[in-house]
Every structure is written in structure tokens, then in C-alpha cells.
């Protein structure tokens, strides 16, 4: 069974500064997706990225930059200089990889990390 | 926005009724998912309809169904609301050709 851990609950840190959050999974699949979304009060999930389970690079995108380490089955998810607009809750998810299923997956999320940029 | 829209925004039930809650997806998007996230916790799959047929299920309930209509617009429908069942109901689209699905606002469902 799959499984996503966000150990940290809460997080509040005061606008500019970086903040991480973290994210630990399970899977007994070799090939697998993780992804990042963000879920504003309105609601909607957002999507930030996705991952192959082959694919162990570093990912930057502007602000954001993901640390993904198989080793430690780890894909935790960097904010630099932080910014009002980032306050939200932040899911962590991860699929199992299926060839015709691109895009489709079926989504295990984690509880999700609430952050909140203090102006 | 991501043009996936759901009906109504929220609902109000009585333990025992029945709810009907419906998702239009994005143009051109053959496969829809409904996810369940009840608070302060994360969506949990409930299942997923691929031109019509659904195409997988996670660990609900038969009293949990749903439809898939030839415009690709969805419906969940639940029987026998409990109170547990209190949660917000997303749908997500998708094509099947782009690194992600599309998610909607949601539905508020609160059983009393």
C-alpha cells in the first residue's frame, strides 16, 4: 500500500524568509510519480509539479525548488523568500506509475502542511 | 481557473438521505476522478470514470456511485448519509495527454 507522511502540521515564518516542507513516502512500486499541490482557501488543488521516480534532479521554478532523494524516500519542497501569496495548505502526493495512464493517476495525498506567511 | 466547475458549492443533508453532486469537466477531457477530503486531512480517491466506464475505485463504500456522461461531465452520488460523509467532494479532469488532472473547487457537503 502507498502511503505519504506530512509530519509537520502547521509552519508560520515571516514574509522573505525560506521555509521547507517535507514530505516521506511508502510504495513497494519501482516506478512511481510524486507530485506537489497547493490548496487555496477557495478550494481547488493547484498543481506545482510532478516527479518520475527515475528522474532524481533537483527541480527550480522561480521561488520554488524540490529535493527529491530516493534513498531516503524523501520529495520535500523549498520556498525561497517567501511571500504572502504562498500562505496556503501544500499536499504531497504520489501515484503509481501506469504508461496509459499519464495525467490520470490515481492519487494517495499526504494530510498536508498548512503554511502561513506572516507580513 | 482551471475551467472544471461543481454543483452546488455547498450542500446541507440529514443523516439517511441521499446527494447528488455533479462536476463538468474541462473541454477535451475524457477521464474524471472524485476525491473525498474531509477536514483538516487530505482528498482520498473515491473513483475515477473513463468514457463512461469507470476505471478504478479506492476503498469506499458501494453506497458511494457515480456517473460519466457522453460530454464527459460526471455525477457522485451517495445513498444513506452518514455523518461521517461530511466533507469536501473534488473532482478532477483530465486528458490523459498532460502531466496532470484539473481540479475543481469542490463541493461542501455537511451532514447533520
Known amino acids: 500500500a502507498q502511503k505519504v507522511t506530512q509530519a509537520q502540521t502547521e509552519i508560520s515564518v515571516v514574509e522573505k524568509e525560506d521555509v521547507t516542507l517535507d514530505c516521506v513516502y511508502e510504495?513497494?512500486?519501482?516506478?512511481?510519480?510524486l507530485f506537489w499541490y497547493k490548496q487555496p482557501p477557495s478550494g481547488e488543488l493547484v498543481f506545482l509539479i510532478r516527479?518520475?521516480?527515475?528522474?532524481?534532479q533537483n527541480e527550480i521554478s522561480g521561488r520554488y525548488s524540490w529535493n527529491f532523494q530516493k534513498s531516503t524516500s524523501s520529495f520535500n519542497f523549498t520556498i525561497t523568500a517567501s511571500q504572502v501569496v504562498d500562505s496556503a495548505v501544500y499536499f504531497c502526493?504520489?501515484?503509481?506509475?501506469?504508461?496509459?495512464?499519464?495525467?490520470?493517476?490515481?492519487?494517495?495525498f499526504g494530510t498536508g502542511t498548512r503554511l502561513t506567511i506572516i507580513p | 481557473e482551471t475551467g472544471v466547475t461543481q454543483s452546488p458549492t455547498h450542500l446541507i443533508k440529514t443523516r439517511g438521505q441521499q446527494v447528488t453532486l455533479r462536476c463538468s469537466s474541462q473541454?477535451?477531457?475524457?477521464?474524471v476522478s472524485w476525491y473525498q477530503q474531509a477536514l483538516g486531512q487530505g482528498p482520498q480517491f473515491i473513483f475515477q470514470?473513463?468514457?463512461?466506464?469507470?476505471?478504478g475505485r479506492g476503498n469506499f463504500p458501494p453506497r458511494f456511485s457515480g456517473l460519466q456522461f457522453p460530454n464527459y461531465s460526471s455525477e457522485l452520488n451517495v445513498n444513506a448519509l452518514e455523518l461521517d460523509d461530511s466533507a469536501l467532494y473534488l473532482c478532477?479532469?483530465?486528458?490523459?495527454?498532460?502531466?496532470?488532472?484539473?481540479f475543481g473547487p469542490g463541493t461542501r457537503l455537511l451532514v447533520l
Open positions: 478532477a479532469s483530465s486528458s490523459g495527454t498532460e502531466e496532470t488532472q484539473y
Open positions: 510504495t513497494r512500486d519501482t516506478t512511481y510519480y
Open positions: 516527479r518520475n521516480s527515475f528522474d532524481e
Open positions: 502526493a504520489l501515484s503509481e506509475a501506469s504508461g496509459s495512464n499519464f495525467g490520470n493517476e490515481k492519487l494517495t
Open positions: 473541454s477535451g477531457h475524457n477521464t
Open positions: 470514470y473513463y468514457r463512461e466506464e469507470e476505471n
